[in-house]
């Protein structure tokens, strides 16, 4: 018997976790229409590049990447791009890259196989109308990872940082409501995922109308199986006492907070419009920390922000050791255009050497400190989630509760279980462990080091 061949999908996503979860979206809705996923672009029906905006390297990867894909295309093959960078330069895509043919934002993927049958039929597309009521509700997200879930429950930004591209790409802030994020939830945990990753640019000011970011982690965190919860990206701001009361008491709830600063600097902070001060960003920190006992917290950091003096910068490693940082993601300033900080005075831009150098000192003081404070965990047993086989082969990749990776040999067949190890060795950012007889405490906080 023989049937039409279904069309193909392949879907390739740069950026942040917000675009994983969309392009999971995106295969969901797609195979609801017919097509299947596959891992290459070569010969696929439809490729799909999935972009970020966040900083102008990211989008000339994207550029460099869209002329190579012109090689692994048929003679009808469809390419769209999707994302923030679709958003973001619409109509300028189409007149940039001729083999592209549909450009569609965050908003519009529920078009997409209406515009991919119109490309067929040699009309190209564009769809970057913002949404406010778009959640995807009714689509089926094709999942991958059998270890952890990346659920969004808040699309778009109501900040305004002068630096970011995100508001303009994304749109107004809008939340979810929480019972279709617990029955998203639930269906995870039946397919054997026990962690949550909660999703949003500032996930902790969600609202529903009727709940909190509190209610919501309450709520997800009564789920049974729901093992390990994590949530990113939250604003200092939105850290109300209902909210670190709620990580504290919810079982689930890891002991690691991802905490973006960008600057210890108050002046530099005013400019950005980030809406706290150091001394209140480490008043924060102080209050996540005295609520939940041995909380590792890891950050975001610009350098290079216009205006930002010698004295500024050398306020932000003071801040990243105030607030004991174990991790930082670190980036020099890419002005966005149409954003507020490109039209700051030019003779307050920033040198790119020397925001070269500051980043390079940066860099050695969170190493330093990261370093540091992983020695000290030498000897200490602790529960890890092996999420996936290491590069190499040999060993297995996992994570503590508190987001450190640790490297263990065991067999493909122990991914996505639970076990006590106990760290032995470091390189300064990862850690090596054994397995150890003792079965993994589900629910119990963790006991530190000795
Ligand atoms: N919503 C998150 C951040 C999302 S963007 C939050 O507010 O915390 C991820 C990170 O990219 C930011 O935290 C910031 O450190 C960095 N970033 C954003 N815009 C940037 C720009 N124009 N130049 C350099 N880094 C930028
Ligand atoms: Fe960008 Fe600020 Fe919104 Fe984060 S909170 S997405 S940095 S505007
Ligand atoms: Fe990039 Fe858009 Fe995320 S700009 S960081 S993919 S929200």
Not at 33 to 42: F, I
């Amino acid at each position: 018997m023989s049937s039409t061949p279904r069309p193909t999908v392949y879907i390739e996503t740069y950026g942040c976790q917000m675009n994983v979860a969309d392009s999971e979206l995106m295969y969901g809705s797609l195979a609801a229409h017919g097509y299947d996923a596959v891992e290459a672009p070569d010969g696929a029906d439809v490729i799909l590049v999935n972009t970020c905006a966040i900083r102008d390297h990211a989008e000339q990867r994207v550029i460099g990447r869209l002329g190579e894909l012109r090689r692994f295309m048929k003679a009808d093959s469809i390419v769209g791009v999707t994302g923030c960078m679709a958003q973001r330069l619409g109509p300028k895509l189409l007149e940039k890259a001729r083999h592209v043919s549909l450009v569609v934002g965050p908003d519009g993927y529920r078009a997409l196989p209406q515009l991919i049958d119109n490309a067929r039929n040699g009309e190209r597309g564009i769809f970057t109308t913002f949404d406010l009521e778009e959640h995807y509700e009714d689509v089926t997200p094709r999942r991958t990872d059998p270890v952890k879930a990346w659920i969004p429950v808040q699309r778009g930004c109501d900040y305004r940082c002068t630096y970011c591209i995100v508001p303009h790409t994304r749109g107004a802030e809008r939340s979810r409501q929480l019972h279709e994020v617990v029955r998203e939830v639930r269906q995870v945990v039946e397919t054997g995922t026990s962690e949550i990753v909660l999703l949003g640019q500032t996930v902790n000011s969600y609202n529903d109308g009727t709940n909190d970011f509190a209610d919501l982690l309450r709520a997800v965190g009564s789920i049974d199986g729901v093992r390990r919860l994590r949530y990113t990206s939250p604003h200092p701001n939105d850290f109300s006492d209902r909210v670190i009361a709620a990580h504290a008491e919810v079982a689930a709830a890891c002991e690691h907070v991802h905490l973006p600063m960008q600057s210890g600097s108050t002046r530099v902070l005013k400019r950005m419009l980030r809406r706290y001060s150091r001394e209140e960003f480490l008043e924060c920190v102080d209050r996540l920390r005295a609520a939940i006992p041995s909380l590792v917290l890891t950050t975001d950091i610009i350098v290079g922000f216009p205006g930002e003096s010698d004295e500024d910068f050398e306020e932000t490693l003071t801040a990243v050791t105030a607030a004991g940082f174990s991790e930082a993601f670190t980036f020099k300033f890419s002005p966005r255009p149409g954003t507020p900080a490109t039209r700051m005075p030019p003779e307050e831009m920033i040198a790119d050497d020397v925001a070269g150098e500051r980043l390079q000192r940066l860099i050695q003081v969170v190493r330093a400190q990261s370093r540091e404070q992983n020695i000290a965990l030498l000897g200490a047993r602790t529960e890890v989630l092996l999420e996936r086989v290491a590069k190499d082969g040999e060993l297995l990749m996992g994570r503590t509760r508190d987001w450190k990776t640790v490297l263990v040999p065991g067999h493909a067949s122990l991914v996505n279980s639970y076990h006590m190890v106990e760290l032995t060795g470091t390189t300064g950012s990862t850690f090596t462990g054994t397995f150890v007889q003792e079965s993994a405490p589900s629910r119990q906080p963790l006991p530190m080091a000795s």
